[in-house]
Structure formats: C-alpha cells, structure tokens
C-alpha cells in the first residue's frame, strides 16, 4: 500500500480521464491521494473530486506561491474562509518561488507567513513548495513555528544539509519523480536521509518518473519511485511502501 501525498489530480490536465486515473493509482496500490490547493478557482473542482472520490481523495487547502500577486490579500482571504469552513487535511501548498519571477517576493513571504499561522493555529501539518528558494523557506519556518508545527518539504531537491534543518524543525521530506532522474544528484542525498523521514508524493500532472520523464504524471507512478527508493536504501519495496505509507497517516493524523 502507497500514499501519494502531493497529486494535482483535479487539474485541467484530468478533466478528459480523472476517474479512469484514480483507478489506475488504486489498482497499482495507491490508496490514498492528498491533493494540495493552488488558489481559489481551483476550489470547486478540488472538492468535487473529493466528493466523487472520498476517502481517497483528501483536499488540502492554502495559496500557492506562483498564485501570490498584486491580490494576494483578496485570495488568502478566501483561503482562509475555505479553510475555517470545512475539514482539510493540512495547509498546503504554500511557500515560496523565485523561480519564474521575483517580483512579488516580498508579497509571497507575507502570504508565506500568514498561512504558517494558520497552520500553528488550526495544529494541521504545512505543505511547502520552496523552488530555488529553500534556503528562505527553512529560515521562515525555523522563526515562526511552535512546537507542535510539522509537516512536508514538497519536492524536495537540496542538499543532505538542507534535509538535516528540514528534519531538526520537525519536518519531512518529499520525494517524486526526480529521484529517478538519473543526472539529478537526489540519489546521493536520499541515500543519507533516514527513511522513515521520507514520504512519497508524484506533484502530478508534473515530473513524471523514468520511464515517463516528460509525460503527463500520474498517481500510479508511485511505486515506480518507491523502488528507486528501495534501490538506493537497499531495502526491498514492500518495506519502502510500509514505512512511508505509515509516515504519510502520522503526519496527517490530526486531520
């Protein structure tokens, strides 16, 4: 049994073939798919599959970086109404991006900082998107969290340092696709990150996994990178799917 615990599964890119792709995950043992917010026009179909779907379909709900710009303040304002009005598993997917566009980088560590209240405030686990911008995020969290605060370092790509401050704040660590890139350099780190600080996520429809690299993402990949973990902790897969699958339900226990 697997747990994704980062899937876009109600994007776009699965309006023609959602349900049949849900099945496809539950079919490779997949039997859970955490669904992480991007911004407030993605509510409705984000519930909508959770309706269609529940109990393997679980909503999560925050603002996502790359959605933080000049009405920043008018869309955290929904989130937040969202997310006081209705049971979401964490607050998540939040950060930051200095990726795209610095611009609003500024507005990005303020929504950044409202949503990690949030989280302390409700006691729900963060998600954290923090592309070329990790270093910025393991320093906001590292001054803003409480005790009780954890969650998940989304997609993670850093260095065995960077994982070890994720880890001494209380967090964990995202593995996806990328892992099995094989000029990536993950491999080396995750080699030195104790599993049982490791979850599984896809960031579906995005970085699908070899054999899949440039295709569509899909929560039925994951057992593709659960053995390319389970290769790189010598370890066999079944004990790859009991540890993370068991660490995914501690973090989201709460919810």
């Given at each position: 049994m ?15 073939d959602?349900?049949?792709c ?9 039997t859970?798919?955490y669904?992480?917010n ?18 393997v ?7 996502h970086?790359c959605?933080v ?6 869309e955290?304002?929904?989130i937040?109404?969202?997310?006081v ?7 998540g997917?939040?950060?930051?991006d ?5 611009e ?9 900082l409202?949503?990690?209240r949030w989280?302390n ?8 998107h ?6 910025d ?11 009780s ?10 260095t065995v340092?960077?994982?070890e401050?994720i ?6 660590i ?5 892992v099995?890139?094989?000029n ?25 996994p ?8 899909e ?25 993370t699958?068991a ?8 919810s």
């Open positions: 697997f747990i994704d615990t980062h899937t876009h599964i109600y994007a776009e890119k699965f309006d023609e959602r349900d049949a849900i099945r496809a995950a539950l079919d490779a043992g997949v859970k798919l669904m992480p991007i911004d407030s026009k993605y509510i409705k179909v984000m519930r909508q599959t959770e309706a269609a779907h529940p109990d379909c679980i909503p999560m709900m925050g603002l970086p959605s710009g000049a009405n920043y303040t008018e955290l304002a929904i937040h109404e969202e997310l009005s209705h049971d979401y598993a964490a607050v997917e939040v950060g930051l200095y990726y795209w566009s610095r609003f980088e500024q507005q990005q560590q303020d929504a950044f409202q949503q990690i989280a405030d409700a006691s729900l686990p963060l998600i954290i923090s592309r070329d911008s990790l270093d995020c393991i320093d906001m969290v590292r001054d803003h969290k409480t005790d605060l954890s969650g998940i370092f989304h997609c993670f790509s850093g340092q960077q994982a401050a880890i001494d704040l209380g967090f964990y995202g593995i996806g696709g990328v099995t890139f094989k990536s350099g993950l491999g080396e780190v995750v080699k030195q990150i104790s599993l049982d600080r490791i979850v599984l996520e896809t960031d579906a429809p995005y970085l699908a070899h054999p899949f690299r440039g295709k569509r993402n929560p039925k990949f994951i057992p593709l990178i659960a053995e390319k973990i389970a290769e790189l902790h010598q370890l066999p897969v079944a004990e790859v799917a009991s540890i699958t660490t995914a339900e501690a973090i989201f226990l709460k």
